[in-house]
């Protein structure tokens, strides 16, 4: 197993339009969060499932963005009508069944919205 | 929601120094993890640590729980440990702001 994937690693798009990314998990791995960080500042929490069930979301997710993890496998990530302010890099993180243990992360995907 | 503070917000050190990082939180937890996110943005995962001590090479940490807060000690630090250290908390992992360090040869 080579850790988490996150595709693509770079997305450019302009302003109006829907992007959706893509994160695999480890293998056996249930447990699957999404992070939206800008340049100086801590991983903001957007998500998380633990298998298919999104167990919770920020408020962020009640508009334009929408995640999904339809076999409890790979997620996606969908922004909706981007905008300018959502230029960031999104992580996504990983971790086992086994009750509290260690996360893992992706590379992340560097949005940049022009 | 809980909340999460980390200090000192930025740390620079001599090559060799020793140095201490808090992450203080509003509420009990479940879950408490130090990440070092290196210059190229790569989240590495140091500690789970949601109470007592533990220690790997030079870095550790020690997490009282009662009290809600963690400290992650790093002794003669190499211009590699550069980078944020973050804490991260609960089952949904909450991320304080982070402390960045700088290391200097």
């Known amino acids: 197993d080579t850790g988490v994937s996150q595709n693509p690693r770079h997305k450019i798009t302009k302003r109006g339009q829907n992007v959706t990314f893509r994160c695999d998990p480890i293998?056996?791995?249930?447990?699957l969060y999404w992070y939206r960080q800008t340049l100086g500042q801590g991983p903001e929490f957007l998500t998380y499932f633990q298998n298919e069930a999104q167990l919770e979301k920020s408020r962020l997710l009640s508009d334009r963005f929408s995640a999904e993890r339809p076999k409890g496998s790979f997620s996606t990530l969908e922004i909706q009508r981007t905008e300018q302010g959502d230029s960031a890099m999104y992580l996504c993180a990983s971790s086992p069944p086994r009750t509290n243990t260690e996360a893992f992360f992706g590379q992340g995907t560097r949005l940049t919205v022009v | 929601g809980i909340q999460v503070e980390q200090s000192p917000p930025d740390l620079i050190l001599q090559e060799g120094a020793n140095s201490t990082l808090r992450c203080n939180f509003s509420?009990?937890?479940?879950?408490l993890q130090w990440f070092h996110q290196n210059p190229w943005g790569q989240l590495i995962n140091l500690f789970y640590?949601?109470?007592g001590t533990k220690q790997n090479g030079r870095l550790s940490a020690t997490t009282v729980a009662t009290e809600r807060y963690s400290l992650l000690y790093i002794s003669s630090s190499q211009t590699t440990d550069s980078g944020v250290y973050f804490c991260?908390?609960?089952?949904?992992?909450?991320f304080g702001a982070g402390t960045r360090l700088t290391v200097k040869p």
């Open positions: 991260a908390v609960d089952n949904d992992m909450r």
């Open positions: 293998s056996e791995h249930n447990r």
């Open positions: 509420d009990s937890v479940n879950n």
């Open positions: 640590i949601p109470s």
